[in-house]
């Protein structure tokens, strides 16, 4: 009982000071790329890796605040084909 009166009291003291952060700017974006290997990087690695063309889906975003900033980002890579669609993949 005493460790959930500690947590609670806690977070009634912290939540104020995070929503009180004051939001400066930020971005988001969305991204569709398509990955070209040339022909001499596939003839070149062909026997040491699986190397084909793909594309990928990117979701980037950041903020800032008055406390700080924060950025994340997301690819999904390959997502039109299945997890083991060629030999070689892992």
């Known amino acids: 009982m005493k460790k959930i009166l500690t947590l609670t009291l ?5 939540i104020p000071a995070l ?9 988001a974006d969305i991204g569709l790329h ?4 040339t022909s001499d ?3 070149k690695t ?15 975003g950041g903020a800032n605040f008055s406390w700080g900033e924060m950025y994340g980002f ?3 890579e ?4 299945g997890r083991h669609a060629k030999p070689g993949s892992e």
């Open 41 to 43: 990087t596939t003839e």
């Open 34 to 37: 398509y990955l070209d290997w």
């Open 10 to 14: 806690s977070s009634l003291l912290i």
């Open 46 to 60: 062909s026997k040491k890796s699986h190397k084909d063309d793909f594309g990928y889906l990117e979701l980037e």
């Open 19 to 27: 929503t009180h952060a004051e939001f400066k700017g930020g971005f």
């Open 74 to 76: 997301f690819d999904w």
């Open 78 to 81: 390959n997502f039109y084909n």
